[in-house]
């Protein structure tokens, strides 16, 4: 199976290259939904994030109180760094167990959208990484539009984000989504049929 991961800076068009792959026929994943559903009042993710952060961060509803928790990473020291040691290790784990039972739909390949992947490591879990890339004016305000806030806060989002050019650099390809969605999925095909062309042709 050709394992490819999708990753991008906030605002680049990560969603719109994985429908690009859907389209074609591979399985999708998105590790934001994964790093939903391991949270959810029953999981083990849950059982360790109450545990650590205590029952104020619980909704009456007992699903996590997302409000609550992101106050406390944003007031308390530590608190961010403590959250993702518990979270990471058991989102990529799960990735890799979706992935392996991915159900294929006309092709054998996966593709993940992963917005953290340089940040976690995860390189080494795909045979392709493929950046999407948009100009920072572009992703400023294409975020400001999509959560609804201002320039500013859109800037200092992509502000603690690991550069786009530093991205690029860790990149195996790059798609630039700088046209209307239909030039992205013809990009998406076109780039699709080279990596199975240079998959089927490559010698061990």
């Known amino acids: 199976m050709l394992k490819i991961g999708v990753t991008g800076s906030a605002g680049s068009g990560k969603s719109l290259v994985c429908e690009g792959f859907r389209r074609i026929g591979l399985e999708t994943l998105d590790c934001d939904e994964i790093a939903r559903l391991v949270v959810e009042p029953g999981r083990a993710a849950y059982e360790k994030v109450v545990k650590a952060f205590g029952a104020k961060i619980v ?101 603690i984000q690991m550069p786009q050019s530093e991205k690029i650099k860790k990149a195996d390809c790059v798609i630039e989504n700088t046209g209307g969605q239909e030039a992205v999925f013809k990009t998406v095909g076109d780039l699709y049929k080279k990596l199975v062309n240079q998959r089927l042709t490559k010698k061990d």
């Open 59 to 159: 909704a009456p509803d007992r699903t996590l109180d997302r409000s609550a928790l992101r106050h406390m990473i944003l007031t308390t020291k530590g608190s961010r760094e403590k959250l993702e040691s518990i979270l990471h290790p058991i989102i990529i784990s799960e990735t890799v167990r979706l992935m392996d039972e991915a159900v294929h739909l006309t092709q054998r390949s996966c593709a993940v959208e992963v917005p953290l992947l340089f940040e976690l490591g995860m390189e080494n879990l795909f045979d392709v990484v493929v950046v999407v890339t948009a100009s920072e004016s572009t992703l400023v305000d294409r975020i400001s539009s999509r959560d609804g806030v201002g320039k500013e806060s859109a800037q200092k989002l992509l502000a």
